[in-house]
């Protein structure tokens, strides 16, 4: 079974300052792990994802998250925050291998506020 | 064309009112999903279909019903619904089912129950 913890449902920071969001996952099988975003009045787009290879995966728009399974994380940087950037964002898992439903679990989103 | 139309984008009703949601993809994908997104909770998995057939519903009731004609197409039927259904529902799909769990979204319809 797989579950995803999104820790803060509120990050603001002040344009151009680090954006950090945090994921922590549990998966009884090795996870594949994204991140979405949901812009205002919009659907989900796929920021990006891991697949089990480089554990550091960059995205769209200058997003990136590191695969760390010793802390079971997935969190998602930016090193800039741009005001564009204000949106919700959504950590997911599914697993592969045996014993994978292929069910694909989203967290309870972390709303990113951006201040000029 | 975007690649997942979901229609309407709004929609209230009355709890005796039917009503349906509509989703085209138009990017050759062969599954899709019905999604339920409420305030401060994750968003819920309804139903899935791969090569048109249902091969997941997740305890949903039955006042909601979907279904799938064709593999660019989900309807999803809705009667007798309560004020607690009011959400935005989200349609997606992906080219095989769930595969590694990039799903293409549509902008969802918002549906308000009076």
């Known amino acids: 079974a797989q579950s995803v913890t999104q820790l803060g449902s509120h990050v603001s920071v002040s344009e151009g300052a680090l954006v950090l969001l945090r994921c922590n996952y549990s998966?009884?099988?090795?996870?594949?792990l994204f991140w979405y975003v949901q812009y205002p009045n919009q659907g989900l787009q796929l920021l990006l994802k891991?697949?089990?290879?480089?554990?550091l995966v960059k995205g769209i728009n200058g997003f990136e998250a590191e695969f760390k399974k010793s802390e079971t994380s997935f969190h998602l940087t930016k090193p800039s925050a741009h005001m564009r950037d204000a949106a919700e964002y959504f950590c997911a898992v599914t697993g592969h291998g045996s014993g994978n439903t292929g069910k694909l679990i989203f967290g309870q989103g972390t709303t990113l506020q951006v201040k000029p | 064309e975007t690649g997942v139309t979901q229609t309407p984008r709004h929609l209230v009703m009355g709890m005796t009112n039917k009503k349906s949601l509509k989703c085209e993809q138009h990017?050759?994908?062969?599954?899709m999903y019905w999604y339920k997104q409420s305030a401060k909770k994750p968003l819920e998995l309804m139903f899935v279909?791969?090569?048109?057939?249902?091969?997941e519903n997740n305890s949903v009731p039955s006042r909601f019903s979907p279904e799938c004609p064709n593999s660019s197409h989900l309807f999803l039927h809705l009667h007798t619904l309560q004020p607690e259904d009011s959400a935005l529902y989200l349609c997606?799909?992906?080219?095989?089912?769930?595969?590694?769990?990039?799903?293409?979204f549509g902008e969802g319809s918002r549906l308000t129950v009076l």
């Open positions: 990017l050759g994908h062969n599954a």
């Open positions: 891991y697949t089990s290879a480089a554990t």
């Open positions: 998966s009884s099988v090795p996870p594949y």
């Open positions: 997606a799909s992906s080219q095989g089912r769930f595969n590694t769990g990039e799903l293409f």
């Open positions: 279909y791969s090569l048109e057939e249902r091969v």
